[in-house]
C-alpha cells in the first residue's frame, strides 16, 4: 500500500515515515487551519485530537493561579501534539494556544491509537515525538531558569523565524512578555536595545530580523542544541 503522491508533508515526522506508514494515516489524517490565537487544550481537559505540525507555531504554557503564564515550549513542524494519548494519557497537562497562525494534519485520538497498534514503525515514531517533546520542554526549563530575557528573547526570534521561515514576525510586547515570563517595560527595553544594535525593526506587532547571524550570537545555545536533539531523534525513526 503507497501513501497517495499528493501527500507530502512538511511535518518531519510524518516526512520520515516509510510510505507504507504514511499511507495507514493519510485516510485518517485532515489538514486543519489553526489561527492565532486558537486554544487547542487546557489542564485536565480529554485529550481528542493528534497534531501533526505543517508550519507556524503552537505553545505549551503554564498558567499559575495568579494568572502568571510562562511557556514551557514551542512547537513547529518538528512537533506531533498529543501523541502520548494514545498509550493512554487522557488528559492535557497544559494549555496548547496557536501562537503564530499554524497548519496542521489532526487525527482523532482512537485512530490513532488502532493505527499504532497496527504499525510498529508508527509506534516507534509516537514514542520518538514525545521524546523529543519531553527533551524540548526540559531544556526550556533550564533555558527559562538560567539564561537572561535578552539571551533567551533572541533564542526565541531564531526559534519562531525556523519555524515560519520569514523574516517578518507577527508578535505584540505583551505576548512577548507572558511567554518569557518578564514584565512589558523588560520586553520594551529589549527590543530597543536590539533594534539599537541593528539587529532587528520592531513596529506595531511586527518584527523584522535584519541580522539573524547576530541574533544567533547573542541568543543561548538553547536553540542550536534543540536543533541537534531534533535531528538525532527524527533520524532514528528509520532505524
Given amino acids: 500500500m503507497e501513501a497517495p503522491p499528493e501527500f507530502d508533508p512538511r511535518n518531519l515526522f510524518l516526512a520520515a515515515l516509510s510510505p507504507t506508514d504514511q499511507a ?10 489553526l489561527p492565532q490565537g486558537l486554544v487547542l ?4 481537559q480529554s485529550i481528542e485530537h493528534v497534531y501533526f505540525v505543517e508550519s507556524g507555531m503552537i505553545s ?3 498558567a499559575m493561579q495568579d494568572g502568571a503564564a510562562i511557556e514551557t ?16 494519557t487522557h488528559r492535557a497537562t497544559a494549555r496548547a494556544i496557536v501562537q503564530i497562525d499554524a497548519t496542521a494534519w489532526r487525527l482523532p485520538v482512537a485512530d490513532f491509537r488502532h493505527a499504532i497498534e497496527e504499525s510498529p514503525g508508527l ?6 515525538g514525545s521524546e523529543l517533546l519531553l527533551a524540548h520542554m526540559q531544556q526550556t526549563a533550564a533555558c527559562n531558569a538560567l539564561h537572561t530575557a535578552e539571551r533567551r528573547l533572541c533564542r526565541w526570534i531564531v526559534q519562531v523565524q525556523d519555524r515560519v521561515g520569514s523574516d517578518v514576525i507577527r508578535l505584540t510586547h505583551d505576548f512577548l512578555a507572558q511567554m518569557l515570563s518578564v514584565r512589558r517595560p523588560t520586553v520594551s527595553l529589549i527590543a530597543y536595545e536590539l533594534q539599537q544594535a541593528g539587529f532587528i525593526r ?5 518584527i523584522a530580523i535584519l541580522d539573524r547571524a547576530g541574533l544567533e550570537r547573542s541568543a543561548c545555545e538553547c536553540a542550536g542544541v534543540l536543533r541537534e536533539k531534533t535531528q538525532r531523534i527524527v533520524g532514528d525513526i528509520g532505524f
Wanted: avoid cysteine; charged fraction near 25%; proline fraction near 2%.
Fill in 202 to 206: 520592531y513596529q506595531r506587532g511586527r
Fill in 41 to 44: 487544550q487546557e489542564p485536565e
Fill in 123 to 128: 509506534r516507534k515514531m509516537a514514542l520518538l
Fill in 73 to 88: 515550549v514551542t512547537l513547529g513542524r518538528e512537533a506531533i501534539l498529543g501523541a502520548l494519548a494514545a498509550f493512554g
Fill in 24 to 33: 495507514i494515516l493519510r485516510s485518517m489524517l485532515s489538514l486543519q487551519r
Fill in 60 to 62: 505549551l504554557v503554564a
